[in-house]
């Protein structure tokens, strides 16, 4: 058994679900959902036992219209919004000595 790679969490799991309304509701064509996205610590460079990276977890968010409610020609076009990191966590992943900031909403 060797190393752990640098960067890479050994535990990582991720959820997302979406529900849209169905026909018949007066809502008929609007689409919501949400996840959540964690990683686990993982060592932030090569040398073992310096430093880790901590643990992060993430929540994202979707929200769409179908517009085959106007219409049932169009059935599958929609507008969609998506944003990531929904609270705006200020992350940083060390990988080989380089850190790396991670993404802002």
């Given at each position: 058994?060797?190393?752990?790679?640098?960067?890479?969490?050994?535990?990582?799991?991720?959820?997302?679900?979406?529900?849209?309304?169905?026909?018949g509701f007066d809502l008929f064509g609007l689409i919501f959902g949400g996840g959540?996205?964690?990683?686990?610590?993982?060592?932030?460079?090569?040398?073992?036992?310096?430093?880790?990276?901590?643990?992060?977890?993430?929540?994202?968010?979707?929200?769409?219209?179908?517009?085959?409610?106007?219409?049932?020609?169009i059935a599958g076009m929609r507008f969609q919004a998506n944003v990531t990191n929904?609270?705006?966590?200020?992350?940083?992943?060390?990988?080989?000595?380089?850190?790396?900031?991670?993404?802002?909403?």
């Open positions: 058994m060797g190393l752990a790679l640098s960067g890479i969490p050994a535990n990582a799991v991720k959820a997302f679900a979406t529900y849209a309304i169905p026909p959540a996205r964690f990683a686990g610590t993982s060592p932030a460079n090569d040398v073992p036992g310096t430093f880790r990276n901590s643990t992060v977890t993430l929540f994202d968010a979707v929200a769409g219209y179908d517009f085959a409610k106007l219409d049932p020609r929904l609270l705006d966590r200020n992350d940083q992943s060390c990988q080989a000595g380089f850190c790396y900031r991670g993404q802002p909403r």
